[in-house]
């Protein structure tokens, strides 16, 4: 380990968990389309699977508790006439979900109250269940539905028409249009609900200002000729893409919304395995989850200082067509489990693998579970068609994790925030000045300045004092004395730079607020002058000057020491970050010229 730096991260340990195939949900018909979607979703109630039926499209819906093996006829969400391509759960209503089709119809369907996939009716009796409300407005296929993380009941569709449409579903009518061009091959919103990324089959990245219906950005994306993923990061203003490179690599980008030329560090290749990266971002840890389309491996970054540190690799022989993750408020806390995915495997059954932090969990970790969002809006659909921003409300997962359900925490945000990853303003040095002011200006006990020797009657009184110090004395105030070295306190002394203490001596006073003038000691003529002294002392003795003076000083520069140390890793952390920032502004000037 000598020389060998080790990055220090509460995720560096985190694995992954896979679950025995009696607590998987097997004997399920997953569509085996070949249309590039998730082909699974999930919320802390149930689980939606996009099915292989005939005769049309259909999906089913699991509830979470029921695992183990499917009856071979149970209940399914019927109703559009060809295969069903997604479906996407309403972020503020566990029982709402949208589905999109190969017929170009929008459904919307509630699940039932006590809904079960084992119902104790005959084979024959089973009833399928139907949608509750159409959404119908684009002339082809659709392939992605996607609701607004922020307002309620907005959704976006994205079709095979060219065209992304956003629909306020209590309406049931598009009320905005985006004219993407191309294929969309995936979607994301931003945690307020006012941005969109697109991904597209012509290689754009597109960042659209949704109610402007007009892109605010658009580059050039990953550069391979197979489907490309974007995600944005939460409450960041960044955003992750997966895709390939001309020689068929699999990449990995990081994009500042503010400048999207080109990706922060450029494109990072992966690996050269064929299939798509669906990426996946975990707000509360800050990690970033890729689960690769085709193989059984999830691998995990953290994001830190704009850069994507790898974690770790959960490994399987079971390779995953889909993936979904559970919201952050459906994980399993006293297990300290922070992400949970489930993934399909053989088109026969699904397996929930958890991710765990390695730690005792006795007890609530509130440094890897912080507030998320709940099932309450920041907004309806009007406020936000109007231009409101906001981020949705916060709960406390320590109140899930004590059984007392959803509470929701102060202090939520208006608007997406900055990203904590970029350059912070260096600080005025007034600032560092401040941070040692209380040590500088403290009572001059540890001033490093050496006084010139006392007199023997500056040492009588010194011998006095002391004693008088740990005496019963009761006796009046000492009148003063015209030859007193303590008739007056001297002023501060003015210093530019504190300088070392030097080591103490018999003959050196230490007390620092005497003047005093520069005699030889005579020690022996101690008795001479008896008067008692005021309660400042001056020590003349090795065991008493060690006792006391010396050692507050001893304890102040320590301690003034550790502030300079950490005000010299914060300075050397901020010249950093002006490094960088300066490296990209250069970058950008070259581009630009």
């Given at each position: 380990?000598?020389?060998?730096?080790?990055?220090?991260?509460?995720?560096?340990?985190v694995?992954?968990?896979?679950?025995?195939?009696?607590?998987?949900?097997?004997?399920?018909?997953?569509?085996?389309?070949?249309?590039?979607?998730?082909?699974?979703?999930?919320?802390?109630?149930?689980?939606?699977?996009?099915?292989?039926?005939?005769?049309?499209?259909?999906?089913?819906?699991?509830?979470?508790?029921?695992?183990?093996?499917?009856?071979?006829?149970?209940?399914?969400?019927?109703?559009?006439?060809?295969?069903?391509?997604?479906?996407?759960?309403?972020?503020?209503?566990?029982?709402l979900?949208?589905?999109?089709?190969?017929?170009?119809?929008?459904?919307?369907?509630?699940?039932?109250?006590n809904?079960?996939?084992?119902?104790?009716?005959?084979?024959?009796?089973?009833?399928?269940?139907?949608?509750?409300?159409?959404?119908?407005?684009?002339?082809?296929?659709?392939?992605?539905?996607?609701?607004?993380?922020a307002?309620?009941?907005?959704?976006?569709?994205?079709?095979?028409?060219?065209?992304?449409?956003?629909?306020?579903?209590?309406?049931?009518?598009?009320?905005?249009?985006?004219?993407?061009?191309?294929?969309?091959?995936?979607?994301?919103?931003?945690?307020?609900?006012?941005?969109?990324?697109?991904?597209?089959?012509?290689?754009k990245?597109?960042?659209?200002?949704?109610?402007?219906?007009?892109?605010?950005?658009?580059?050039?994306?990953?550069?391979?000729?197979k489907?490309s993923?974007?995600?944005?990061?939460?409450?960041?203003?960044?955003?992750?893409?997966?895709?390939?490179?001309?020689?068929?690599?699999?990449?990995?980008?990081?994009?500042?919304?503010?400048?999207?030329?080109?990706?922060?560090?450029?494109?990072?290749?992966?690996?050269?395995?064929?299939?798509?990266?669906?990426?996946?971002?975990?707000?509360?840890?800050?990690?970033?989850?890729?689960?690769?389309?085709?193989?059984?491996?999830?691998?995990?970054f953290?994001?830190?200082?704009?850069?994507?540190?790898?974690?770790?690799?959960?490994?399987?022989?079971?390779?995953?067509?889909?993936?979904?993750?559970?919201?952050?408020?459906?994980?399993?806390?006293?297990?300290?489990?922070?992400?949970?995915?489930?993934?399909?495997?053989n088109?026969?059954?699904?397996?929930?693998?958890?991710?765990?932090?390695?730690?005792?969990?006795?007890?609530?970790?509130?440094?890897?579970?912080?507030p998320?969002?709940?099932?309450?809006?920041?907004?309806?659909?009007?406020?936000?068609?109007?231009?409101?921003?906001?981020?949705?409300?916060?709960?406390?997962?320590?109140?899930?994790?004590?059984?007392?359900?959803?509470?929701?925490?102060?202090?939520?945000?208006?608007?997406?925030?900055?990203?904590?990853?970029?350059?912070?303003?260096?600080?005025?040095?007034?600032?560092?000045?401040?941070?040692?002011?209380?040590?500088?200006?403290?009572?001059?006990?540890?001033?490093?300045?050496?006084?010139?020797?006392?007199?023997?009657?500056?040492?009588?009184?010194?011998?006095?004092?002391?004693?008088?110090?740990?005496?019963?004395?009761?006796?009046?105030?000492?009148?003063?004395?015209?030859?007193?070295?303590?008739?007056?306190?001297?002023?501060?002394?003015?210093?530019?730079?504190?300088?070392?203490?030097?080591?103490?001596?018999?003959?050196i006073?230490?007390?620092p607020?005497?003047?005093?003038?520069?005699?030889?000691?005579?020690?022996?003529?101690?008795?001479?002058?008896?008067?008692?002294?005021?309660?400042?002392?001056?020590?003349?003795?090795?065991?008493?000057?060690?006792?006391?003076?010396?050692?507050?000083?001893?304890?102040?520069?320590?301690?003034?020491?550790?502030?300079?140390?950490?005000?010299?890793?914060?300075?050397?952390?901020?010249?950093?970050?002006?490094?960088?920032?300066?490296?990209?502004?250069?970058?950008?000037?070259?581009?630009?010229?």
């Amino acid at each position: 380990m000598s020389g060998r730096f080790v990055r220090s991260s509460k995720y560096r340990h985190v694995f992954g968990r896979s679950t025995k195939k009696e607590q998987c949900y097997d004997n399920l018909r997953v569509s085996r389309n070949a249309w590039d979607t998730n082909l699974v979703k999930v919320n802390p109630k149930h689980l939606a699977v996009n099915w292989e039926a005939g005769g049309g499209g259909a999906f089913a819906v699991i509830p979470l508790e029921e695992r183990g093996k499917l009856p071979d006829r149970i209940p399914l969400f019927r109703g559009h006439t060809a295969v069903v391509l997604d479906t996407d759960w309403n972020p503020f209503n566990d029982d709402l979900i949208a589905s999109g089709s190969d017929d170009g119809k929008v459904f919307l369907w509630r699940v039932p109250d006590n809904f079960t996939v084992r119902p104790d009716v005959e084979v024959d009796d089973i009833q399928d269940i139907a949608p509750v409300g159409k959404l119908s407005g684009h002339s082809k296929k659709v392939g992605h539905v996607l609701f607004n993380p922020a307002a309620e009941n907005v959704l976006a569709t994205a079709s095979g028409d060219y065209t992304v449409k956003i629909w306020d579903i209590e309406a049931g009518a598009p009320k905005l249009t985006l004219d993407i061009g191309d294929i969309v091959q995936s979607q994301s919103w931003s945690a307020n609900g006012s941005l969109l990324v697109t991904t597209s089959r012509d290689k754009k990245l597109r960042i659209w200002d949704v109610r402007q219906e007009r892109p605010a950005h658009e580059t050039n994306g990953h550069s391979g000729a197979k489907n490309s993923r974007a995600v944005w990061l939460g409450e960041r203003d960044r955003i992750a893409t997966t895709g390939f490179s001309k020689m068929s690599d699999r990449q990995l980008a990081l994009w500042d919304i503010r400048a999207v030329r080109e990706p922060i560090n450029g494109f990072k290749t992966l690996d050269s395995i064929s299939g798509v990266c669906m990426p996946f971002w975990d707000d509360g840890t800050n990690c970033l989850y890729l689960a690769g389309r085709g193989d059984g491996n999830i691998r995990y970054f953290e994001l830190e200082n704009d850069k994507f540190e790898f974690l770790s690799e959960h490994k399987s022989a079971d390779p995953q067509r889909g993936i979904a993750f559970m919201p952050k408020r459906g994980v399993n806390m006293h297990e300290n489990e922070v992400a949970r995915a489930f993934k399909t495997v053989n088109d026969g059954y699904i397996e929930p693998v958890s991710f765990i932090v390695p730690r005792r969990s006795e007890t609530f970790q509130d440094d890897i579970y912080l507030p998320t969002v709940g099932l309450t809006p920041a907004m309806s659909p009007s406020e936000w068609l109007s231009g409101k921003e906001a981020i949705p409300p916060k709960i406390s997962m320590a109140s899930l994790f004590d059984g007392k359900g959803l509470k929701e925490v102060e202090g939520v945000q208006d608007k997406p925030t900055g990203t904590f990853d970029a350059p912070a303003p260096k600080p005025a040095e007034p600032d560092i000045k401040k941070t040692l002011d209380p040590i500088v200006t403290k009572a001059p006990e540890p001033t490093p300045v050496a006084r010139p020797t006392p007199s023997m009657k500056e040492q009588g009184a010194s011998m006095a004092s002391m004693v008088s110090k740990f005496a019963d004395n009761k006796e009046a105030e000492p009148e003063d004395d015209d030859d007193s070295s303590f008739e007056e306190v001297s002023k501060p002394v003015e210093r530019h730079t504190r300088s070392p203490v030097q080591p103490s001596s018999p003959a050196i006073s230490s007390s620092p607020r005497v003047k005093e003038p520069e005699t030889k000691a005579q020690p022996a003529a101690a008795k001479r002058d008896p008067t008692p002294a005021p309660a400042i002392s001056t020590p003349t003795t090795p065991k008493i000057e060690i006792t006391e003076p010396t050692n507050s000083v001893g304890e102040d520069i320590e301690e003034i020491r550790k502030l300079i140390s950490e005000q010299t890793k914060l300075i050397s952390s901020q010249a950093q970050q002006m490094q960088n920032l300066t490296s990209e502004i250069e970058a950008l000037k070259s581009k630009l010229n």
